[in-house]
């Protein structure tokens, strides 16, 4: 599916289009513009891609049940609280036991909404982690969206691209390592 192809349909249409005709198309196009959102709050609490990758299908499976029974206005703190959760509850069944502060955000959050000061600072740092793609080079901002957000392997980025497999590698990795400066860049100048 082209994403570009929907690119000027906001969250909210594709929400409501989904509510309205149940098509799991509308679903599918939303869901893949937060792939690499999802995989990155996996990968800052699991410390482990193939088990954050695995995560994101689950996040997944887990948004498209809950979206069913609830009526969802900001998809994009919801979907980045769902993944948050998935992933301190990952963490708790992993270890036994959570360390206090993380037990005591978990119960805070497990059964209740997220207070709208909550959902602001999600959409800002959603919108940095966009800012931040657009400011990659072509090579790494191409190679990193066939990788993550369009599932491709190295062979087929390899064949689409025509980049050999070593480039394909270092794009994705070099993307991926630089988009984290930028997001904590940005961060760290939104906080002084």
Same mark, same amino acid.
Request: net charge positive; charged share 25%; aromatic share 10%.
């Given at each position: 599916?082209?994403?570009?192809?929907?690119?000027?349909?906001? $969250?909210?249409e =594709?929400?409501q289009?989904?509510?309205?005709?149940?098509?799991?198309? &509308?679903?599918?196009?939303l869901?893949?513009?937060?792939?690499?959102?999802?995989?990155?709050?996996?990968?800052?609490?699991?410390?482990?891609e193939?088990e954050?990758? /695995?995560?994101?299908?689950q996040? %997944? =499976?887990?948004?498209?049940?809950?979206?069913?029974?609830?009526?969802?206005?900001? %998809?994009?703190? &919801?979907?980045?609280?769902?993944?948050?959760n998935?992933?301190?509850?990952?963490?708790? $069944?992993?270890?036994?036991?959570? @360390?206090?502060e993380?037990?005591?955000?978990?119960?805070?959050?497990?059964?209740?909404? @997220? /207070?709208?000061? #909550?959902? &602001?600072?999600? /959409?800002?740092?959603?919108d =940095?982690?966009?800012?931040?793609?657009?400011?990659?080079?072509?090579e790494?901002r !191409?190679?990193?969206?066939? %990788?993550?957000? !369009?599932?491709?392997?190295?062979?087929e980025?390899? /064949?689409? #691209?025509?980049?050999?497999? =070593?480039?394909?590698?270092?794009?994705?990795?070099?993307g991926?390592?630089?988009l984290?400066?930028?997001?904590?860049?940005k961060?760290?100048?939104?906080?002084?």
């Open positions: 599916m082209k994403v570009e192809k929907y690119s000027h349909i906001t $969250d909210q =594709l929400l289009n989904y509510y309205s005709s149940e098509d799991s198309k &509308w679903l599918g196009i869901l893949e513009r937060y792939t690499l959102l999802l995989l990155g709050v996996c990968m800052k609490y699991l410390k482990n193939e954050a990758k /695995d995560s994101v299908q996040i %997944f =499976l887990k948004a498209i049940t809950e979206l069913k029974k609830y009526k969802v206005e900001y %998809f994009k703190s &919801w979907i980045y609280m769902v993944a948050k998935y992933c301190l509850m990952k963490l708790r $069944d992993r270890q036994g036991k959570l @360390p206090a993380l037990n005591e955000k978990l119960t805070a959050t497990a059964d209740s909404q @997220p /207070d709208t000061s #909550t959902l &602001w600072q999600n /959409d800002k740092t959603l =940095l982690m966009n800012e931040s793609m657009k400011e990659l080079n072509h790494q !191409q190679c990193v969206t066939l %990788f993550y957000l !369009q599932k491709k392997s190295y062979h980025i390899s /064949d689409q #691209t025509g980049y050999n497999l =070593l480039q394909v590698k270092s794009y994705i990795q070099n991926k390592r630089n984290k400066i930028l997001i904590e860049r961060l760290k100048d939104k906080a002084s």
